[in-house]
């Protein structure tokens, strides 16, 4: 239990609202490009339609999980990253994606559910692999 209370919750959670941020801001940025242009919103149709679709959620997943470890990494060399830390961060990210789930936004990149929260858990554990010890 201990070990559970000293960990940097506060830094994970800052760090999980940092990476939700800024993939809600990429989210309305490829909105606003699908709006605009017809190029790039045919292109996003044919990137979503099945079977490529699954594979592009999932791959965005994996990217929002490893930018949140770049994030950590980069903006708080404070934080001591270790097996505990990553995965205290999974439920960090899971908490912003929920919250992120209750505002009207569009999900272009990353939603919350089981397939996502796994390939958010891929990876922050493929990015945060120096730190495993």
Known sequence: ?????????????????I????????????GLG????????????FLYTPP?????????????GVLAVYILERLYPQVLINN???????PCLALTLWLKSLLPLPFVLVSLSYANLFAVLVGVFWKGRPYWR
């Open 34 to 45: 699908a709006n605009q242009s017809t190029a790039i919103r045919e292109m996003l149709q």
């Open 52 to 64: 490529l679709g699954m594979i592009i959620t999932l791959m965005a997943a994996a990217g929002f």
């Open 84 to 90: 505990s830390s990553l995965w205290a961060l999974v």
């Open 1 to 17: 239990m201990y070990r559970l209370r000293s960990l940097p919750w506060r830094s994970l959670l800052e760090i999980s609202g």
């Open 19 to 30: 990476t939700t941020a800024v993939a809600i801001v990429l989210e309305i940025i490829i």
